[in-house]
C-alpha cells in the first residue's frame, strides 16, 4: 500500500516477502523488476519477463541488492489494485528461479484481481475503524467516561468496553435479562430528542439520572451524516454530587474528619456516611460536633453553603 502523494512511503498488508526485503523496499522500489516506474495502470498482470530482458533483469540494482541479501528473487509477477481511495496497492509473487511465470499463471492472478482488491480494500477500511474505536476508547478512559454509538431506534454500532459495565450498574435488571441492548430509558430519551428534530432546545441533549451515592449524566450528540443515517453518540460518566473541599479545611481537620465532612459535601444523610466509612452513627455525630468549631460554622447548612459560596468565588 502506498499513497500517490508520499512515494516511497510503503505499508505492508502481508509478510509473504522475507522481511529484509520489506525493510529495503522504499529505497529500492523505483528499480523494480517490473516495468520502469510509474507502473502503467492495467487490468493485466504484468510479468518481469514480458517487461523487460533477462540480461535486464540480472543487472537491475534490485536484483543486485537481494542476492547480496541472500535473498535470490529471480522472476516477479504483479497487478495492480486499483482501490479508487487516497491510496493504492499492488500485489506481487516472487520466484526464487530462473522459471519465468507462465501466461496461464497470469491468467490466474487476473481472475484473482477483483477478490484481492476487496480483501485489500475491507482490510484498509476495518483497519481505520478499529484504529477510531482504539482512539475512542482511549479518549473516554482518560475522561473517565464510556460511549454507545447509536443508529436510533435500535441499531447499535459500537460501545467501548467498559460501558456495558456501567449499564449494569444504573440498569441492572435490564441488563441482567439482555445487555446488549440500550436501557429503555436512554432508547426513549433518544427517540424523543431524534423526533424534535432542528426544533431541539439548546442543553436538552443532557439529563441526568439520580442515584443514591452519584448521579448518572447522559450527554447525546448526534453525528454528521454518514451513508444516510445521522448516528448518535450517548456519552455516559457517573458524576460526583459533592461540592468540593476548600483546601484551607484539609489543614484543620484530621484524616477521618476530612472522609466526614466529604460525605457532608456529597449531600450523604449521616446514615450513608456512617455506613461507608464503617463507622457508627455516634461516631460519626461526634465528628461534626468536633468539625464544625474547628472550621468556624455552626451547622451542617452551614457547612455546605460556606463551601459552595468558596467554590464560586474563586
Same mark, same amino acid.
Request: charged share 30%.
Given at each position: 500500500?502506498?499513497? #500517490? ?10 509478510? !509473504? ?126 475522561? !473517565? ?7 436510533? #431506534? ?161
Amino acid at each position: 500500500m502506498s499513497r #500517490p502523494e508520499r512515494p516511497g512511503d510503503y505499508e505492508w498488508l502481508g509478510l !509473504g516477502a522475507p522481511g529484509i526485503l520489506l525493510t529495503h523496499y522504499p529505497e529500492l522500489a523505483a528499480v523494480d523488476f517490473g516495468p520502469e516506474p510509474p507502473m502503467p495502470p492495467s487490468d493485466v498482470p504484468l510479468r518481469a519477463s514480458g517487461a523487460r530482458s533477462r540480461k535486464e533483469l540480472t543487472r537491475s540494482l534490485l536484483y543486485l541488492r537481494c542476492r547480496e541479501m541472500g535473498l535470490p528473487l529471480e522472476q516477479v509477477m504483479a497487478v495492480l489494485l486499483d482501490l479508487r481511495q487516497d491510496w493504492h496497492g499492488s500485489l506481487a509473487v516472487y520466484r526464487e528461479h530462473t522459471l519465468p511465470f507462465s501466461e496461464r499463471e497470469q491468467a490466474l492472478l487476473e481472475d484473482l484481481k477483483p477478490y484481492l482488491t476487496n480483501t485489500v480494500r475491507n482490510c484498509r477500511l476495518f483497519g481505520h475503524e478499529a484504529l477510531r474505536g482504539d482512539l475512542l476508547d482511549a479518549l473516554f478512559r482518560h475522561q !473517565g467516561a464510556e460511549c454507545v454509538v447509536m443508529d436510533p #431506534p435500535e441499531h447499535e454500532r459500537l460501545r467501548t468496553p467498559g460501558a456495558t459495565e456501567l449499564l449494569r450498574r444504573w440498569y441492572p435488571e435490564e441488563m441482567e435479562a439482555d445487555d446488549s441492548r440500550l436501557p429503555q430509558e436512554l432508547r426513549e430519551h433518544l427517540e424523543r430528542l431524534q423526533a424534535l428534530g432542528p426544533k431541539r432546545a439548546s442543553g436538552v441533549d443532557t439529563w441526568m439520572r439520580a442515584g443514591g451515592k452519584h448521579d448518572l449524566q447522559v450527554t447525546c450528540v448526534q453525528l454528521p451524516e454518514q451513508r444516510g443515517s445521522r448516528p448518535w453518540v450517548l456519552v455516559l460518566q457517573e458524576c460526583s454530587r459533592a461540592i468540593p473541599m476548600p483546601e484551607p479545611w484539609r489543614e484543620k481537620l484530621s484524616h477521618r474528619e476530612v472522609e466526614v465532612v466529604q460525605g457532608v459535601l456529597r449531600n450523604w444523610a449521616n446514615e450513608t456516611i456512617a455506613e461507608d466509612l464503617g463507622l457508627s452513627l455516634n461516631t460519626v455525630k461526634t465528628h461534626l460536633r468536633n468539625i464544625f468549631p474547628k472550621l468556624g460554622i455552626e451547622s451542617r447548612t452551614d457547612l455546605l453553603y460556606q463551601a459552595a459560596w468558596r467554590r464560586k468565588s474563586c
